[in-house]
Protein backbone atom coordinates (compact mmCIF):
# COMPACT_ATOMS: atom_id res chain seq x y z
CA UNK A 1 0.00 0.00 0.00
CA UNK A 2 1.13 3.34 -1.00
CA UNK A 3 2.29 5.80 1.24
CA UNK A 4 0.46 8.53 -0.29
CA UNK A 5 -2.53 6.76 -1.15
CA UNK A 6 -2.62 6.30 2.83
CA UNK A 7 -2.82 10.10 3.23
CA UNK A 8 -5.78 10.52 0.93
CA UNK A 9 -8.05 8.46 2.76
CA UNK A 10 -6.70 9.83 6.25
CA UNK A 11 -7.33 13.17 5.24
CA UNK A 12 -9.51 14.64 8.12
CA UNK A 13 -6.88 13.70 10.37
CA UNK A 14 -5.05 16.14 8.54
CA UNK A 15 -8.22 18.93 8.47
CA UNK A 16 -8.17 17.97 12.15
CA UNK A 17 -4.77 19.04 12.56
CA UNK A 18 -4.90 22.03 10.50
CA UNK A 19 -7.47 23.42 12.83
CA UNK A 20 -5.93 22.62 16.06
CA UNK A 21 -2.78 24.47 14.48
CA UNK A 22 -4.99 27.77 13.52
CA UNK A 23 -6.85 27.49 17.14
CA UNK A 24 -3.80 27.78 18.66
CA UNK A 25 -2.21 30.46 16.25
CA UNK A 26 -5.46 32.19 17.25
CA UNK A 27 -5.11 31.74 21.10
CA UNK A 28 -1.03 33.02 20.86
CA UNK A 29 -2.44 36.22 19.50
CA UNK A 30 -5.33 37.14 21.38
CA UNK A 31 -3.20 36.69 24.24
CA UNK A 32 -3.04 40.41 25.24
CA UNK A 33 -0.67 39.49 28.46
CA UNK A 34 2.44 38.79 26.72
CA UNK A 35 4.07 39.83 23.29
CA UNK A 36 3.73 37.00 20.18
CA UNK A 37 6.60 34.97 21.05
CA UNK A 38 7.26 32.89 17.70
CA UNK A 39 9.83 30.51 19.52
CA UNK A 40 7.39 29.26 21.79
CA UNK A 41 4.85 29.02 19.10
CA UNK A 42 7.28 27.23 16.61
CA UNK A 43 8.55 24.87 19.22
CA UNK A 44 4.89 24.06 19.99
CA UNK A 45 4.24 23.45 16.19
CA UNK A 46 6.98 20.98 16.03
CA UNK A 47 5.85 19.23 19.19
CA UNK A 48 2.39 18.79 17.37
CA UNK A 49 4.33 17.61 14.46
CA UNK A 50 6.54 15.16 15.31
CA UNK A 51 3.06 13.75 17.32
CA UNK A 52 0.88 13.49 13.72
CA UNK A 53 3.87 12.20 12.16
CA UNK A 54 3.98 9.05 15.42
CA UNK A 55 0.53 8.85 14.95
CA UNK A 56 0.19 8.56 11.23
CA UNK A 57 3.36 6.13 10.97
CA UNK A 58 1.66 3.74 13.76
CA UNK A 59 -1.57 4.38 11.75
CA UNK A 60 0.19 3.43 8.39
CA UNK A 61 1.57 0.58 10.17
CA UNK A 62 -1.38 -0.74 11.41
CA UNK A 63 -3.38 -0.36 8.02
CA UNK A 64 -0.99 -2.54 6.30
CA UNK A 65 -0.88 -5.21 8.77
CA UNK A 66 -5.24 -4.63 8.42
CA UNK A 67 -5.43 -5.66 4.86
CA UNK A 68 -2.47 -8.47 5.28
CA UNK A 69 -4.49 -10.30 7.21
CA UNK A 70 -8.34 -9.02 6.21
CA UNK A 71 -9.43 -12.39 5.35
CA UNK A 72 -8.67 -13.82 9.34
CA UNK A 73 -11.38 -14.22 11.01
CA UNK A 74 -9.37 -12.88 14.04
CA UNK A 75 -8.28 -9.72 12.33
CA UNK A 76 -9.34 -6.21 14.75
CA UNK A 77 -11.09 -3.49 12.46
CA UNK A 78 -9.71 -0.10 12.34
CA UNK A 79 -12.46 1.65 12.53
CA UNK A 80 -16.33 1.73 13.16
CA UNK A 81 -16.94 1.91 9.65
CA UNK A 82 -13.84 -1.21 8.94
CA UNK A 83 -16.43 -3.17 11.47
CA UNK A 84 -19.30 -2.21 9.60
CA UNK A 85 -17.84 -3.76 6.24
CA UNK A 86 -16.85 -6.70 7.41
CA UNK A 87 -19.72 -7.45 9.20
CA UNK A 88 -21.50 -6.51 5.42
CA UNK A 89 -19.09 -8.70 3.63
CA UNK A 90 -19.85 -11.61 6.45
CA UNK A 91 -23.27 -11.29 5.39
CA UNK A 92 -22.72 -11.18 2.32
CA UNK A 93 -20.64 -13.95 2.05
CA UNK A 94 -23.19 -16.22 4.23
CA UNK A 95 -25.80 -15.51 1.86
CA UNK A 96 -23.35 -16.13 -1.33
CA UNK A 97 -22.91 -19.84 0.14
CA UNK A 98 -26.82 -20.10 0.64
CA UNK A 99 -27.49 -19.09 -2.57
CA UNK A 100 -25.12 -22.01 -3.70
CA UNK A 101 -26.30 -24.11 -1.94
CA UNK A 102 -29.52 -23.50 -2.69
CA UNK A 103 -28.61 -23.68 -6.53
CA UNK A 104 -26.58 -26.76 -5.53
CA UNK A 105 -29.61 -28.50 -4.21
CA UNK A 106 -31.70 -27.90 -7.00
CA UNK A 107 -29.55 -29.31 -9.38
CA UNK A 108 -29.27 -32.64 -7.25
CA UNK A 109 -33.27 -32.44 -7.48
CA UNK A 110 -33.43 -31.92 -10.75
CA UNK A 111 -31.26 -34.46 -11.95
CA UNK A 112 -33.07 -37.10 -9.06
CA UNK A 113 -36.03 -35.94 -11.03
CA UNK A 114 -34.87 -36.48 -14.71
CA UNK A 115 -33.63 -40.00 -13.54
CA UNK A 116 -37.01 -41.02 -12.13
CA UNK A 117 -38.69 -39.30 -15.08
CA UNK A 118 -36.64 -41.48 -17.89
CA UNK A 119 -37.04 -44.82 -15.66
CA UNK A 120 -40.77 -43.85 -15.59
CA UNK A 121 -41.25 -42.95 -19.51
CA UNK A 122 -39.72 -46.17 -20.50
CA UNK A 123 -42.43 -48.39 -19.56
CA UNK A 124 -45.02 -46.87 -21.94
CA UNK A 125 -42.03 -46.89 -24.76
CA UNK A 126 -41.62 -50.60 -23.53
CA UNK A 127 -45.47 -50.98 -23.81
CA UNK A 128 -45.62 -49.63 -27.40
CA UNK A 129 -42.55 -51.48 -28.76
CA UNK A 130 -44.11 -54.80 -27.38
CA UNK A 131 -47.28 -53.60 -29.43
CA UNK A 132 -45.63 -53.42 -32.64
CA UNK A 133 -45.00 -56.93 -32.01
CA UNK A 134 -48.19 -58.53 -31.13
CA UNK A 135 -51.57 -57.11 -32.50
CA UNK A 136 -52.45 -53.79 -31.45
CA UNK A 137 -55.25 -52.82 -29.08
CA UNK A 138 -56.08 -49.30 -29.84
CA UNK A 139 -57.29 -48.65 -26.54
CA UNK A 140 -53.96 -49.71 -25.20
CA UNK A 141 -51.98 -47.43 -27.67
CA UNK A 142 -53.80 -44.51 -26.90
CA UNK A 143 -53.70 -44.53 -23.13
CA UNK A 144 -49.64 -45.11 -23.37
CA UNK A 145 -49.70 -42.23 -25.84
CA UNK A 146 -51.00 -40.38 -22.98
CA UNK A 147 -49.02 -41.65 -20.65
CA UNK A 148 -45.62 -40.46 -22.26
CA UNK A 149 -47.51 -36.85 -23.29
CA UNK A 150 -48.31 -36.82 -20.10
CA UNK A 151 -44.70 -37.62 -18.61
CA UNK A 152 -43.59 -34.33 -21.46
CA UNK A 153 -45.77 -32.56 -20.31
CA UNK A 154 -44.59 -32.80 -16.48
CA UNK A 155 -40.71 -32.39 -17.37
CA UNK A 156 -41.66 -29.50 -19.53
CA UNK A 157 -43.47 -27.97 -16.58
CA UNK A 158 -41.07 -27.98 -14.47
CA UNK A 159 -38.29 -27.31 -16.38
CA UNK A 160 -40.08 -23.92 -16.51
CA UNK A 161 -40.93 -23.55 -13.20
CA UNK A 162 -37.93 -21.05 -12.63
CA UNK A 163 -39.19 -18.96 -15.35
CA UNK A 164 -42.69 -18.76 -14.74
CA UNK A 165 -42.95 -15.14 -14.56
CA UNK A 166 -41.91 -15.00 -18.42
CA UNK A 167 -44.36 -17.50 -19.18
CA UNK A 168 -47.98 -16.55 -17.94
CA UNK A 169 -50.73 -14.32 -18.98
CA UNK A 170 -53.61 -13.54 -16.03
CA UNK A 171 -56.89 -13.75 -17.54
CA UNK A 172 -60.65 -14.51 -16.81
CA UNK A 173 -60.58 -18.05 -16.99
CA UNK A 174 -63.93 -20.40 -17.13
CA UNK A 175 -62.82 -23.27 -14.46
CA UNK A 176 -66.11 -25.71 -15.90
CA UNK A 177 -64.42 -25.08 -19.78
CA UNK A 178 -61.47 -26.05 -19.15
CA UNK A 179 -62.13 -28.87 -16.41
CA UNK A 180 -64.68 -30.26 -19.35
CA UNK A 181 -61.58 -30.43 -21.66
CA UNK A 182 -59.34 -32.08 -19.39
CA UNK A 183 -62.21 -34.86 -18.66
CA UNK A 184 -62.66 -35.10 -22.41
CA UNK A 185 -58.75 -35.82 -23.24
CA UNK A 186 -59.07 -38.61 -20.34
CA UNK A 187 -62.11 -40.05 -21.79
CA UNK A 188 -60.67 -43.19 -23.27
CA UNK A 189 -59.31 -43.84 -19.65
CA UNK A 190 -62.27 -43.15 -18.12
CA UNK A 191 -64.29 -45.51 -20.51
CA UNK A 192 -61.65 -48.24 -20.08
CA UNK A 193 -61.14 -48.32 -16.28
CA UNK A 194 -65.66 -47.90 -16.29
CA UNK A 195 -64.79 -45.26 -14.07
CA UNK A 196 -68.23 -42.98 -13.91
CA UNK A 197 -67.69 -39.14 -14.22
CA UNK A 198 -69.60 -36.35 -12.28
CA UNK A 199 -69.85 -33.13 -12.67
CA UNK A 200 -71.18 -30.49 -9.91
CA UNK A 201 -70.06 -27.64 -11.83
CA UNK A 202 -71.44 -24.28 -13.46
CA UNK A 203 -69.47 -21.69 -15.54
CA UNK A 204 -66.85 -19.94 -12.49
CA UNK A 205 -64.93 -17.39 -13.65
CA UNK A 206 -61.36 -17.18 -11.82
CA UNK A 207 -58.17 -15.34 -12.84
CA UNK A 208 -55.86 -17.28 -13.83
CA UNK A 209 -53.71 -17.95 -16.56
CA UNK A 210 -55.66 -20.91 -18.25
CA UNK A 211 -52.81 -22.80 -19.92
CA UNK A 212 -50.81 -23.46 -16.51
CA UNK A 213 -54.20 -23.72 -14.87
CA UNK A 214 -55.04 -26.67 -16.84
CA UNK A 215 -52.12 -28.31 -15.98
CA UNK A 216 -52.53 -27.95 -12.92
CA UNK A 217 -56.53 -29.55 -12.94
CA UNK A 218 -54.87 -32.01 -15.11
CA UNK A 219 -52.48 -33.05 -12.57
CA UNK A 220 -55.69 -33.78 -10.17
CA UNK A 221 -57.45 -36.14 -12.36
CA UNK A 222 -54.18 -37.68 -13.55
CA UNK A 223 -53.71 -38.40 -9.70
CA UNK A 224 -57.43 -39.62 -9.40
CA UNK A 225 -57.52 -42.00 -12.46
CA UNK A 226 -54.12 -43.40 -11.29
CA UNK A 227 -55.45 -44.60 -7.72
CA UNK A 228 -58.93 -45.30 -8.07
CA UNK A 229 -59.70 -48.61 -9.21
CA UNK A 230 -62.15 -50.00 -11.75
CA UNK A 231 -65.65 -48.94 -11.42
CA UNK A 232 -64.54 -46.12 -9.13
CA UNK A 233 -66.26 -42.85 -9.15
CA UNK A 234 -64.95 -39.22 -9.69
CA UNK A 235 -66.52 -36.49 -8.89
CA UNK A 236 -65.90 -32.99 -9.57
CA UNK A 237 -67.47 -29.94 -7.65
CA UNK A 238 -67.30 -26.18 -7.52
CA UNK A 239 -68.91 -23.31 -5.37
CA UNK A 240 -68.38 -19.90 -4.25
CA UNK A 241 -68.03 -18.52 -0.70
CA UNK A 242 -67.83 -14.87 -0.09
CA UNK A 243 -64.12 -15.27 1.07
CA UNK A 244 -63.52 -17.54 -1.98
CA UNK A 245 -64.08 -20.17 -4.84
CA UNK A 246 -63.10 -23.65 -4.97
CA UNK A 247 -62.99 -26.79 -7.19
CA UNK A 248 -62.91 -30.02 -5.48
CA UNK A 249 -61.87 -33.26 -7.41
CA UNK A 250 -63.00 -36.24 -5.36
CA UNK A 251 -62.37 -39.99 -5.79
CA UNK A 252 -63.53 -43.34 -4.01
CA UNK A 253 -59.94 -44.92 -4.77
CA UNK A 254 -56.88 -45.95 -2.21
CA UNK A 255 -56.74 -42.89 -0.15
CA UNK A 256 -53.52 -41.42 1.53
CA UNK A 257 -52.13 -42.72 5.32
CA UNK A 258 -52.91 -40.30 7.82
CA UNK A 259 -49.13 -39.51 8.03
CA UNK A 260 -48.66 -38.59 4.40
CA UNK A 261 -50.93 -36.21 3.73
CA UNK A 262 -48.93 -33.18 5.32
CA UNK A 263 -46.88 -34.17 3.27
CA UNK A 264 -47.96 -34.87 -0.34
CA UNK A 265 -47.25 -31.50 -2.04
CA UNK A 266 -43.71 -31.80 -1.19
CA UNK A 267 -41.00 -32.30 -3.58
CA UNK A 268 -40.06 -35.91 -4.86
CA UNK A 269 -42.64 -37.46 -2.12
CA UNK A 270 -44.12 -40.39 -3.19
CA UNK A 271 -46.00 -42.08 -0.06
CA UNK A 272 -47.04 -45.20 0.55
CA UNK A 273 -48.95 -45.74 -2.36
CA UNK A 274 -46.04 -44.64 -4.43
CA UNK A 275 -43.98 -47.52 -3.51
CA UNK A 276 -46.31 -50.14 -4.08
CA UNK A 277 -45.63 -52.33 -6.30
CA UNK A 278 -48.54 -50.80 -8.67
CA UNK A 279 -47.31 -47.92 -8.53
CA UNK A 280 -43.62 -48.03 -7.36
CA UNK A 281 -42.30 -46.18 -10.22
CA UNK A 282 -44.17 -42.80 -9.57
CA UNK A 283 -42.06 -39.60 -9.46
CA UNK A 284 -43.56 -37.64 -6.99
CA UNK A 285 -43.67 -34.58 -9.04
CA UNK A 286 -47.24 -34.13 -9.69
CA UNK A 287 -48.41 -32.63 -6.81
CA UNK A 288 -45.68 -30.71 -6.45
CA UNK A 289 -45.48 -28.95 -9.39
CA UNK A 290 -49.42 -28.60 -9.36
CA UNK A 291 -49.27 -26.76 -5.57
CA UNK A 292 -46.22 -24.19 -6.69
CA UNK A 293 -47.47 -23.66 -9.90
CA UNK A 294 -50.75 -22.45 -7.99
CA UNK A 295 -48.86 -20.56 -5.16
CA UNK A 296 -47.37 -18.55 -8.39
CA UNK A 297 -50.93 -17.62 -9.50
CA UNK A 298 -52.03 -17.08 -6.68
CA UNK A 299 -54.24 -20.24 -5.71
CA UNK A 300 -53.47 -22.64 -3.51
CA UNK A 301 -54.40 -26.59 -3.32
CA UNK A 302 -55.35 -28.61 0.07
CA UNK A 303 -55.82 -31.98 0.68
CA UNK A 304 -58.53 -34.39 2.62
CA UNK A 305 -58.17 -38.16 2.56
CA UNK A 306 -58.62 -41.41 4.34
CA UNK A 307 -57.27 -44.70 3.31
CA UNK A 308 -59.31 -47.35 1.99
CA UNK A 309 -61.91 -44.60 1.09
CA UNK A 310 -61.56 -41.62 -0.45
CA UNK A 311 -59.12 -38.41 -1.76
CA UNK A 312 -60.23 -35.08 -1.82
CA UNK A 313 -58.23 -31.98 -3.38
CA UNK A 314 -59.59 -28.54 -3.42
CA UNK A 315 -58.11 -25.71 -5.49
CA UNK A 316 -58.54 -22.74 -3.67
CA UNK A 317 -58.70 -19.47 -5.45
CA UNK A 318 -58.75 -16.26 -3.04
CA UNK A 319 -61.38 -13.07 -3.57
CA UNK A 320 -58.77 -10.83 -1.74
CA UNK A 321 -56.05 -11.71 -4.13
CA UNK A 322 -55.60 -10.47 -7.36
CA UNK A 323 -52.79 -11.95 -9.73
CA UNK A 324 -53.42 -9.35 -11.75
CA UNK A 325 -52.52 -6.61 -9.89
CA UNK A 326 -49.17 -8.56 -8.57
CA UNK A 327 -48.45 -9.28 -12.08
CA UNK A 328 -48.17 -5.28 -12.80
CA UNK A 329 -46.47 -4.66 -9.65
CA UNK A 330 -43.62 -6.98 -11.05
CA UNK A 331 -43.53 -5.63 -14.35
CA UNK A 332 -43.40 -2.38 -12.72
CA UNK A 333 -40.20 -2.76 -10.11
CA UNK A 334 -38.71 -4.16 -13.44
Partial sequence: MSFWRFLKYERPYLQLHAAGV?????????????????????????????????FFLYRYLKTVSSVKRMRDEDSEPLSL??????????????????????????????YDFIVSWFHE????????????????????????ISRVEHYVDQALYYAKLDSFNQDYEIVNCDLQALMMQVVKRHSKTFIFK???????????????????????????ITNS???TGEQGEITVAARVTPQEKLLTVRDNGIGIADKDVQRIFNRGFTGTAGRTQTHAKSTGMGLYL?????????????????????????????????????????????
Avoid at 83 to 89: P, V, Y
Avoid at 194 to 220: A, C, G, H, T
Wanted: hydrophobic letters at 40%; a negative charge; glycine letters at 2%.
Fill in 22 to 54: LIMAAVFYADSRSGWDWETFGYALLLQALMLAC
Fill in 81 to 110: EAEACHAALEQLEREHLRALNDIQARQNEY
Fill in 121 to 144: IKTPIAVLRLMQQTEIDSKSLDEE
Fill in 194 to 220: KIRIKLEMEPIDVQSDPKWLQFILNQL
Fill in 225 to 227: LKY
Fill in 290 to 334: AQQLSNKLGHYITCESEAGRFTEMTVHFPRNYDPFLQLMKVRAED
